[in-house]
């Protein structure tokens, strides 16, 4: 996915829950203005940026959503595709213009505001030249300097997980696995994906996009370009005496910006769905607390640091291609899209397309301690960082519940799991898992529902564990079972 022309313009009780109540009021008028924007946008990500049908929309990215969405789903209307304009359009009211989503090449798919009309597409930020999209992923190299070794033993071990994965009863009573992908000393040995999916198909990372954002940063801090523990991350929190000016990179990044961010910062439909832009919303609360002491999960977090590095740079094409060409690129990741509000702010805390493969290679570059390739990408220690607890935690007091780190959960506490073991996790079933201790990249993507049941990500992972160890000393006896019989032939 190289772009030619880039000048001008779970099953666990205490694992993160997804929260009902959303920021702002809920009138009647803005639940519907909410959710043809969600349509829309969803729908335009789907066919333009996924390619995929609108059967497989509505059953996928449509159907068991947000149950607080499903009412005022079935009063907009049907979402108009249009291929030439790349746009969606969903009316929600008579006389009011319709939420419009807009594709454009190496952006996705961008919202414009409630209330805007169809030329307001032209303020969108645009590259000049076509992106090229879908690349084929065929290699089983997921890692850089890979010895490629035979790799049945693990397949016949894990293939019993695999397969369960997909039956909808396992590892959680109706969930919906897409893909599962599992990844050993930077080699593929595991892959399977739902009918409609494979190897190049793109599906929304939702909370997955946060890991994706701390890499970023960690790419940006290795060239200078941010400073972790500087403070005044936004220009909108250094006016006068304000306090939210002591807020920093590590603050935002580990959840702990003591910003005001609704019952629990996960629900941010007015960025999400309302086309609203991130300096409009993520920028705009007041401290509820000192930055640095308490955790509360927060998308607005999240969207910061990103703004942040925004600011930083002073150059929005720079800005744009960074993500791209100082980090994905490099690792091989080439079907994957960060989408922008329509002010051009990445909204990568949720907002971002990415396969199963590239995803493994996110993970696969951690567990290369950020270099490939011989190039050092992520800053020296950034591992560190991500996967170890920051000052203020979850409460933890449930023995089966998660920690943070820097924008990645931690698994240190399940029996049969590493203490190692640390996470990207997104809603509707989106999980990263990585287990240094055995060179190990777990992907599971899913389109589970808001009120079904969550894939149980650690048993999943606990029993892949499990299926690579006994691989291992299979291959381990069957290479000393060869030299015997190759001993007493020589004999």
Known sequence: MRWTVLSALVGVLAFPSI?????????????????????????????FTADQSRAEIDFNELDGIYTDYREPMRTVSEAKINDRQRSVAVR???????????????????????????????WLPRFSGEVSRLQRDVSTAIGSDVKLIDTSFYQQRTEPSVSFAFDGQTYGRGTRTSAVVIVKDGQLVAERYARGIDATTPQRTWSVAKSLTATIIGAALEQGIMDLDYPALVKAWTAGGDPRREI???????????????????????????????????????????????????????????????????????????????????????????????????????????????????????????????????????????????PAQPDRTDPDSLGYGGSFWLLDRFDGIPSDTYAGIGNRGQYMVIVPSHGLVIVRRGFDTADGGRFDIVAFTRDVIAGIDQGQT??????????????EYND
């Open 19 to 47: 929260a009902t109540a959303q920021e702002g009021g809920e009138t009647e008028i803005m639940q519907k203005a909410l959710a043809a924007g969600y349509k829309a946008l969803f729908t335009c990500s789907a066919t």
């Open 92 to 122: 929600y009211k008579k006389g009011e213009p319709p939420r419009i989503a807009v594709w454009r090449s190496g952006f996705g798919c961008s919202l414009l505001p409630i209330g805007a009309d169809p030329s307001a597409s032209d």
């Open 248 to 390: 920093t990179l590590r603050d935002v990044l580990q959840m702990a910006s003591g910003l005001d961010s609704g019952v629990t910062g996960s629900r941010t439909d007015r960025t999400y769905f309302g086309g609203a832009r991130v300096i409009d919303t993520a920028l705009v609360n007041p401290l509820e607390i000192t930055p640095g002491e308490r955790f509360k999960y927060a998308n607005y977090d999240t969207l910061a640091a990103m703004r942040g590095l925004r600011e930083a740079m002073d150059d929005d094409q720079r800005y744009w291609r960074f993500p791209y060409t100082d980090l994905l690129w490099k690792i091989g990741a080439l079907n994957t899209t960060l989408e922008t509000d329509w002010g051009g702010d990445f909204v990568s805390s949720s907002q971002v397309w990415m396969t199963a493969r590239d995803m493994a290679r996110l993970g696969q570059l951690y567990l290369q301690d950020g270099v490939w390739a011989g190039e050092r990408i992520l800053k020296e220690g950034w591992v560190d960082f991500v996967s170890s607890p920051g």
């Open 474 to 487: 299979d291959m381990l006896d069957a290479q000393m079972q060869a030299s015997q019989a190759e001993a």
